[in-house]
T-cell receptor
Framework: EAGVTQFPSHSVIEKGQTVTLRCDPISGHDNLYWYRRVMGKEIKFLLHFVKESKQDESGMPNNRFLAERTGGTYSTLKVQPAELEDSGVYFC??????????????FGPGTRLTVL | KQEVTQIPAALSVPEGENLVLNCSFTDSAIYNLQWFRQDPGKGLTSLLLIQSSQREQTSGRLNASLDKSSGRSTLYIAASQPGDSATYLCAVTDSWGKLQFGAGTQVVVTP
């Protein structure tokens, strides 16, 4: 069974440009999460999808970040326009739905974003 | 506001010694706690998940305990090997399902 995959693995862009990150969760996982680690800090939550709906987007830093999950399968995270402080590693995770409880989250390898 | 702390930040042990990694959290209203391993430049690998109703979970040489009332979890790795060298992260799941991470403990096991 394929794990969580992310594309690209590394992106280098100039300040002001747009970047779109993609995450393919494990097949059948309704829950999809985006997290981010910026240099020297802990991994922080960005948002949570349940199928195609945003369950919680309290961690999104500002309106330059837009996440979508059309059809409840893969998700994209767009940063437009990118700023220097957006540099970091963006992780995607997925988990199975299970009533009111929360299951083990499985993480992708991450996308390293460098904004110059 | 939940805060997750991991002590120590770094640890170096000779091969064969047991590893003890600590994680504490300030809000005991958690759904579960997960321990992860991260190798340099790689993603996170889930090691153990402890539900809030459980006291411990075991997988091979790994054993994790959870004391929810005191806000503590400990990961034990028996008979450490050089391949255990990595950063170990603990994370608690809050009532909304999101993980809140500690900063991690960087472990080096010397041959």
């Amino acid at each position: 069974e394929a794990g969580v995959t992310q594309f690209p693995s590394h992106s280098v862009i100039e300040k002001g440009q747009t970047v779109t990150l993609r995450c393919d969760p494990i097949s059948g996982h309704d829950n999809l999460y985006w997290y981010r680690r910026v240099m020297g800090k802990e991994i922080k939550f960005l948002l949570h999808f349940v199928k195609e709906s945003k369950q919680d987007e309290s961690g999104m830093p500002n309106n330059r970040f837009l996440a979508e999950r059309t059809g409840g399968t893969y998700s994209t995270l767009k940063v437009q326009p990118a700023e220097l402080e957006d540099s970091g590693v963006y992780f995607c995770a997925s988990s199975q739905a299970s009533g009111d409880s929360y299951n083990e989250q499985f993480f992708g390898p991450g996308t390293r974003l460098t904004v110059l | 506001k939940q805060e997750v702390t991991q002590i120590p930040a770094a640890l170096s042990v000779p091969e064969g010694e047991n590893l003890v990694l600590n994680c504490s959290f300030t809000d005991s209203a958690i759904y579960n706690l997960q321990w992860f391993r991260q190798d340099p430049g790689k993603g996170l690998t889930s090691l153990l998940l402890i539900q809030s109703s459980q006291r411990e979970q075991t997988s091979g040489r790994l054993n994790a305990s959870l004391d929810k009332s005191s806000g503590r979890s400990t990961l034990y790795i028996a008979a450490s090997q050089p391949g255990d060298s990595a950063t170990y992260l603990c994370a608690v799941t809050d009532s909304w399902g999101k993980l809140q991470f500690g900063a991690g403990t960087q472990v080096v096991v010397t041959p």
